[in-house]
């Protein structure tokens, strides 16, 4: 039985984008003082999560003042912004944020037909029309000044548009990326995929690489995205998990640095269990992960996970 293939699926509309992704190096010096605390995942409690409140420019190094915010209720309150809110993974993202006390604007292209998928009759979930291939001053205005910080689930269709990939999964995310610093929102979650970088990583005849390549060069244009959060200034942790599965989650997870895991596969409850722990766990700050299950696999904690991956 051939293995899951690491990829997300989602049926986003198809617009064609040019950008070209070409930038200076910069380096990330990050200065701040008790700057993290968990989230209380109980609704009577404060829950507070590390946003930048600041960046500021000196040559090429982005010095970041990090402090924290605190939320006591919904009602005017910050929000979650999820992108790619209805598809298999960003819907239980929603789900599993709004269960652990998170307001949450989930963007989505149709918002009638979000309204009948996700959570109905919730206080603390806003339904907004957000395309991530429409530009990043859309974006800007979905995402708004309540929320502190984005989750990108997205993810394109399959089809005859060999360009379908760059479109959602490259500048779809720098659309988002845009659209966060223009707003001054300052953390950012990616869920990816493992074998983006599998060229670097010797595994260019892996047959998940050569399938997942031929629709467009989907894991390339992840890549190429992916870098361009990394030098863009913003507090990021970008998630690259294996083969998705629907399934309940079985086994335990296994957390690895970039370009580590060529097979496995993930539930994708887990996928977005581990989202929302990057968003509250500090050790998840300017990292890329990668992700799968596995049944022989020891039980650890997140906090542990993230702090046994360095940054690079």
């Known amino acids: 039985m051939a293995a899951p293939l690491p990829l997300i699926f989602r049926n986003p509309p198809l617009r064609l984008c040019t950008h070209h992704l070409l930038y200076p190096p910069l380096s990330i010096a990050k200065t701040s003082t008790n700057p993290y605390s968990l989230i209380s995942y109980s609704p009577t409690n404060t829950r507070s999560f590390p946003i930048l409140n600041s960046t500021q420019m000196e040559g090429d190094e982005i010095t970041e003042e990090i402090t924290e915010t605190t939320q006591t209720n919904v009602v005017g309150k910050k929000k979650v912004f999820v992108a790619g809110a209805t598809g298999n993974t960003g819907k239980r993202i929603v789900e599993q944020l709004l269960a652990k006390g ?92 493992i074998l983006v970088n599998g060229a670097a990583m010797g595994q260019i005849l892996n ?67 581990v989202a929302i722990e990057a968003l509250v766990n500090p050790e998840a700050s300017y990292k890329v992960v990668e992700i799968v299950s596995r049944p022989d696999a020891p039980k650890r904690s997140y906090e542990d996970l993230f702090g046994s991956i360095k940054q690079r």
């Open 102 to 193: 998170f307001a949450v604007k989930a963007g989505v292209r149709n918002v009638e037909k979000a309204k009948a998928s996700l959570p109905q009759d919730n206080p603390a979930l806003q339904i907004v029309k957000a395309d991530v291939t429409e530009g990043s001053a859309k974006l800007a205005e979905a995402i708004s000044d309540d929320s502190d910080a984005v989750i990108c689930a997205t993810g394109f269709s399959y089809g005859w548009d060999l360009f379908a990939p760059w479109k959602v999964d490259n500048f779809g995310t720098v659309n988002l990326v845009e659209a966060c610093r223009k707003l001054g929102v300052n953390r950012f979650i990616l869920v990816s995929s």
């Open 207 to 273: 047959p998940a690489y050569i399938f997942l390549n031929v629709f467009g060069l989907t894991l390339i244009a992840k890549l190429q995205a992916e870098q361009y959060i990394r030098k863009s200034g913003i507090n990021y942790t970008i998630i690259r998990p294996g083969g998705l599965k629907n399934d309940p989650p079985t086994g335990n997870l296994v957390m690895e640095p970039e370009d580590t895991l060529s097979d496995g596969s993930i539930s994708r409850d887990l996928v977005a269990e």
